[in-house]
C-alpha cells in the first residue's frame, strides 16, 4: 500500500500532527490515519478541530477543516485489527507517530502491539520500512531516553518537536511548519515550509 501511515496520540501539540496531515495530502500523498482516544481529549484543550468517534465524522471534519482531497486521508479505528496497516503485506512503508506520547514510545519500543497504533508501527519496524517518531516531552527521564535509544538502535527517527529560531519565525504556524518540515525531509517529501539553513538568499 503507498502513502504514510499517521498516528496521533495524545501528547501536547496536537498542531502538529494535524499540519502534517494536511501538507502530506497537499504534497499528493495518501494517509493514513490513526487517532487515539487521548488525542480526541488533547484536540478539544489545544485546538478547535474536534476529532469525532465515528470513522466517517471524522474523516468529514478533517477534510473540510484542512481543505484537503478527501480521497488523501483514510481513516482507520485504533481497534480496527482488519486494516491493512496491521499486516507486513499491505501496510504503507513510512509512518509517523505526531504527537507521540511517551506511553507510546514505551509500547512501540517494547513491541506491545496492544492497539492498531502499536501494531502499526511494529509492522514498519519489522518491514524495516521509516518510522518516525515525534515526543513532545520536558524533561525527559531515564525511562523516556532508553526508549528513544532503543528505537533508534532499530533504525527509528526519533524527532522531538523542538522547533528552531533561526529563520525569525513570527508566529506559532512557523514554529509548527519548522518541525513539519524535519518529518516531510525524513519521508522524502518535497515542500517548500521554510527555508533551510544557509540558504535563505537563494
Known amino acids: 500500500m503507498s502513502g504514510v501511515s499517521v498516528a496521533l496520540t495524545g501528547a501536547s501539540g496536537l498542531q502538529y500532527g494535524l499540519r502534517l496531515v494536511q501538507t502530506l495530502a497537499e504534497a499528493g500523498e495518501t494517509v493514513h490515519l490513526l487517532v487515539s482516544d487521548a488525542a480526541r481529549v488533547v484536540a478539544g484543550l489545544e485546538t478547535d478541530t474536534p ?52 506511553g507510546t514510545l514505551a509500547a512501540i519500543a517494547g513491541g506491545h502491539s496492544d492497539s492498531l497504533i502499536e501494531r502499526a508501527a511494529d509492522v514498519v519496524i519489522k518491514e524495516q520500512g521509516r518510522l518516525v517518531v515525534v515526543p513532545r516531552e520536558t524533561p525527559l527521564s531515564a525511562i523516556h531516553l532508553e526508549h528513544m535509544l532503543s ?51 537563494d
Open 51 to 102: 476529532l469525532p468517534r465515528r470513522d466517517g465524522e471524522l474523516h468529514r471534519t478533517l477534510t473540510t477543516t484542512l481543505a484537503i482531497d478527501p480521497a488523501r486521508l483514510h481513516v482507520y479505528s485504533d481497534q480496527q485489527w482488519t486494516s491493512p496497516l496491521a499486516s507486513g503485506s499491505a501496510a504503507p512503508r513510512r509512518m509517523v507517530v505526531c504527537p507521540c506520547t511517551t
Open 151 to 201: 528505537l533508534a538502535r532499530l533504525g527509528v527517527v526519533v524527532l522531538p518537536a523542538n522547533p528552531g529560531f533561526y529563520h525569525r519565525p513570527q508566529g506559532v504556524e512557523e514554529l509548527i511548519d519548522f518541525v513539519v518540515a524535519r518529518i516531510l525531509d525524513h519521508l522524502g517529501v518535497v515542500h517548500d515550509l521554510g527555508p533551510r539553513w544557509g540558504m535563505e538568499g
